[in-house]
């Protein structure tokens, strides 16, 4: 497990190319569904809980936000469970620093996990993932920079932007939900 990591690839879309990838990887790779998701980071944007339609989770990621790859722990609990969590949290002293509303649609496209988010108040975003060993994770992530490139995205955000853009929801998220 500590030799496992999830490489990632991700930028800000318009709604015009949202439409158009949800399209395309619709013909090129497997749809496997659409969820609603509501996250909440705890203390920091390392230790989060997120609920969809059917389970909650507990998550750890390691480093810091944005990172091209990096080892996570995720737990997954019954959905009703998540209430509780956000309670055992909150007295061990774990305020909440964010809570995040997305539908995001879920495509496997060969190895490669590709998210279409819809997040409320942040925008859209196309995510490409996948989970390799750590000596990989270079090779990894420039073949899913590569698959950005087949689906016509020629740039892709950069994490300063991310980072800025993250910031200002931390600053928002209330008003913006």
């Not at 509501?38 to 810091?64: H, M, N, P, V």
């Not at 899913?144 to 740039?155: A, E, F, R, S, T």
């Not at 993250?166 to 209330?174: D, G, R, S, T, V």
Request: glycine share 4%.
């Amino acid at each position: 497990m500590k030799n496992r990591v999830e490489v990632e690839v991700r930028t800000l879309i318009s709604f015009p190319e949202y439409k158009k990838l949800s399209q395309k990887l619709k013909r090129i790779a497997k749809f496997e569904k659409e969820i609603r998701e509501e996250t909440i980071y705890l203390g920091s944007e390392r230790l989060r809980i997120r609920k969809d339609q059917k389970a909650c989770y507990l998550i750890f990621k390691f480093g810091k936000i944005h990172q091209d790859s990096r080892r996570e722990i995720e737990i997954e609990f019954k959905r009703k469970d998540f209430e509780k969590l956000k309670e055992v949290f909150k007295n061990l002293g774990f305020p909440i620093i964010a809570k995040w509303k997305r539908k995001r649609k879920v495509f496997n496209w060969g190895k490669t996990k590709v998210f279409l988010d819809d997040t409320k108040g942040y925008g859209k975003i196309i995510e490409l993932e996948r989970i390799t060993d750590k000596k990989n994770r270079k090779k990894v992530l420039e073949e899913l920079k590569d698959k950005l490139q087949i689906l016509g995205i020629k740039k892709i955000t950069p994490k300063e932007v991310f980072d800025k853009k993250f910031k200002e929801y931390l600053k928002n998220w209330k008003k913006l939900l």
